[in-house]
């Protein structure tokens, strides 16, 4: 379908009005719910609730739908031929979501709010990105969307740090006492609603002629194939990529028989620290893409999120609580996490041209890492329970360097 003349070019230079305001709305909103993400195991288990298992299933759970809800999102966006308005009203749901949890006395309205939540982040995040890709020319897509992950990064820095000074200023009581997370989670309003506003005040969208008889099934059959071909790599490595949440979780078990209760504040700045780290590797690995291919750093990023896990894995067979070591495997997570969804992105745009596709294409991809954010959240959930860390960070490994092999041997 053919797009309105006066919308044929992308806004000039790289750095443009759309760029600054998509990275600001991701900024605030990754302050927002990154404040509350890290507390939420022990929010769990000051509930008494088993975290491992249920942080897995809510995790699990809520990426899935989100991602599911991306697939959904794009063609629609495809079909009407807008998606500025939707991803405004994503960011505004999510932002109010994370507030609920501060109401809260038990699983379901956690795992309830999550999945909203959640929905909500599905709905934006590929009509986002295909905005993006508008906004740019083809030989700048590795700065946008690095710059784009940046920026999203620096609030997943400012949220974590944020509620790791809140617990030291104001420590639980003891290990059932949940006041200071019921603040930290209503606080999380004020960033939540900024990220809306931000969006629909800055960003300008490239829009399309409606296509209302687009069809679901012919959107996605009409993607290329090697775009297909791609996705079989992502989704195996996907498989093995588990929430960040169990991550934080791992590590303050880890910590927890020599620190105790400062275990609980660790988590939050450990979080913040693999942060700071992607969003300073996002920008010059998006810059590197646009350089040299997004496919060869991206292999690395799988390769390095294999080894991670792998090291990971040895830390907690050998008990090794050791803070400086487990900065630097997050230091680690947050360089592999860099290229992972910087340069996913990257490709996308690289291999689905048509700008009328790309919000089907997103929506896909989305799909996949739903699928794979599910199987692997669950997956390392039940095994961290029942079996052991070790024997998650074993299964995360094997699976994300499956996934490199695949990359690498497909064209």
């Known amino acids: 379908m053919a797009e309105r003349d006066a919308d044929a070019a992308p806004a000039t230079g790289w750095l443009n009005r759309t760029v600054i305001g998509a990275g600001l709305a991701s900024l605030l909103a990754d302050a927002c719910y990154e404040m509350a993400a890290p507390l939420l195991p022990a929010f769990l288990s000051a509930l008494q609730l088993p975290a491992f298992a249920f942080a897995g299933i809510i995790e699990g759970v809520a990426d899935a739908a ?82 784009h992950r940046a920026s999203d990064t620096v609030g997943a820095v400012i949220g974590p740090l944020a509620a790791f000074l809140l617990l030291r200023a104001f420590p639980p009581t003891n290990a059932t006492d949940t006041g200071t997370y019921r603040w930290i989670f209503a606080f999380t309003l004020i ?32 993607l290329p194939r090697p775009f297909w071909r791609w996705l079989a790599g992502v989704g ?93 495997l997050f ?15 990257v490709v996308t745009a690289d291999l689905v041209p048509e700008r009328r596709m790309r919000g089907t294409a997103y929506g896909v991809i989305g799909m996949v890492n739903g699928v794979g954010d599910f199987v692997a959240s669950l997956a390392a959930g039940l095994l961290m329970q029942y079996v052991s860390p070790t024997a998650a960070f074993i299964y995360a490994a094997t699976a994300m360097l499956a996934g490199s092999v695949v990359l690498a041997k497909i064209r």
């Open 66 to 147: 989100a991602n599911f809800a991306k697939l959904g999102a794009g063609w629609y966006s495809d079909r009407v031929g807008r998606r500025k308005p939707f991803v405004v009203f994503g960011y505004a749901l999510t932002g109010t979501t994370q507030a609920l949890f501060a109401l809260a006395s038990g699983f379901p309205l956690i795992f309830a709010a999550k999945v909203l939540g959640w929905l909500g982040k599905g709905i934006r995040s590929p009509l986002r990105n295909a905005i993006l890709a508008d906004a740019v020319s083809p030989d700048d897509h590795g700065k946008a969307f690095g710059l």
């Open 236 to 328: 195996v490595f996907g498989a093995g990529d588990f929430s960040d949440k169990l991550l934080i979780l791992a590590a303050i078990i880890l910590l927890a028989p020599a620190y105790g209760a400062a275990a609980i504040a660790m988590g939050p700045l450990l979080y913040a620290w693999r942060n700071v780290v992607q969003a300073a590797a996002s920008f010059p690995i998006g810059w590197l893409s646009d350089k040299v291919g997004a496919r060869r750093p991206l292999i690395g990023g799988y390769v390095l999120g294999a080894a991670t896990m792998a090291l990971f894995g040895i830390t907690t067979f050998h008990d090794l609580a050791y803070p400086g070591l487990l900065f630097g």
């Open 331 to 345: 230091a680690l997570a947050g360089i592999y996490l860099a290229a992972e969804e910087a340069l996913e992105s």
């Open 191 to 222: 960033p939540g609603l900024a990220s809306a506003a931000a969006f629909a005040l800055l960003v300008r969208e490239r829009h399309l002629t409606p296509d209302p008889a687009r069809g679901f099934r012919s959107s996605v059959r009409e």
